[in-house]
């Protein structure tokens, strides 16, 4: 838009100066110009640079979870959870640079305890896809995300136990969240809170009876510090 309105202005510049001073007469040369309007387009290539980190994350999960009916259960919280993660920020047709796109790949544990099932313990692997906005000043971010994730429950924790036909291995939902960051130097650290809505039953409906269909969903509660590298 700038490298357009740039070109405008000179133009009328030119073809004014031409009317009041004869035919022919132009205060800027072809080389002036030319010179002008690459400066304008750089500036504007370059108002919002991208920015590309990778980084290591851990994460306290304060596992809970929804059940219908009620099954008397209560998540119990895991520290056993780490991410390799890269995040993207970049411009919006660069005039907003509060865009960004961040990848997580993720190995953790989840697992409640019931009053009138068995209780469940397992290892996940999870990858997730969040939309990250932030709001820079100083040295210092404002975050808020949110995106799809995707899981698989890789195995059980409990003694001798082991999958069947009845057991959900996937797990897909939603997840949102908010925070901070602080950079110094080529390092950035980053503290978030992220809340996790699953859209998938940890049980197939009729895993106890085909007529009392039970059903087991995790909402997860998750504080991250994430320490990244900047690429670029």
């Given amino acids: 838009m700038?490298?357009?309105?740039t070109i405008i202005i000179l133009t009328f510049l030119s073809l004014f100066a031409s009317a009041q001073n004869g035919e022919g007469f132009n205060p800027?040369?072809?080389e002036d110009l030319s010179i002008l309007i690459q400066d304008s387009t750089v500036k504007e290539q370059i108002r919002f640079k991208p920015t590309g980190m990778i980084g290591i994350r851990?994460?306290?999960?304060?596992?809970?979870?929804?059940?219908t009916p009620d099954i008397g259960a209560t998540g119990f919280n895991t520290y056993k959870n780490i991410s390799l993660v890269y995040t993207y920020y970049s411009s919006l047709w660069n005039m907003m640079s509060n865009f960004g796109l961040q990848v997580a790949a993720k190995y953790g544990e989840?697992?409640?305890?019931?009053s009138y099932l068995e209780s469940e313990h397992f290892r996940y692997a999870e990858l997730s896809m969040l939309s990250q906005f932030h709001f820079d000043f100083s040295r210092f971010r404002f975050l808020v995300g949110i995106g799809p994730y995707a899981g698989y429950r890789?195995?059980?924790?409990k003694e001798n136990d082991t999958w069947d036909q009845?057991?959900?291995?996937f797990d897909f939902g939603l997840m949102g969240g908010a925070g901070f960051a602080v950079i110094f130097g080529p390092f950035e650290l980053q503290l978030e809170a992220d809340y996790q809505y699953s859209l998938s039953s940890i049980y197939n409906a009729n895993k106890y009876s085909d007529e009392y269909?039970?059903?087991v969903c995790p909402k997860n509660i998750l504080?991250?510090?994430t320490l990244f590298y900047h690429l670029f």
Avoid: H, P
């Fill in 166 to 169: 009845y057991d959900n291995r």
């Fill in 223 to 225: 504080l991250n510090v």
């Fill in 154 to 157: 890789l195995s059980s924790l």
């Fill in 110 to 114: 989840w697992g409640f305890e019931s």
């Fill in 28 to 30: 800027f040369s072809e």
């Fill in 213 to 215: 269909w039970v059903t």
């Fill in 58 to 67: 851990g994460s306290y999960q304060l596992n809970g979870l929804s059940s």
């Fill in 2 to 5: 700038k490298k357009t309105v």
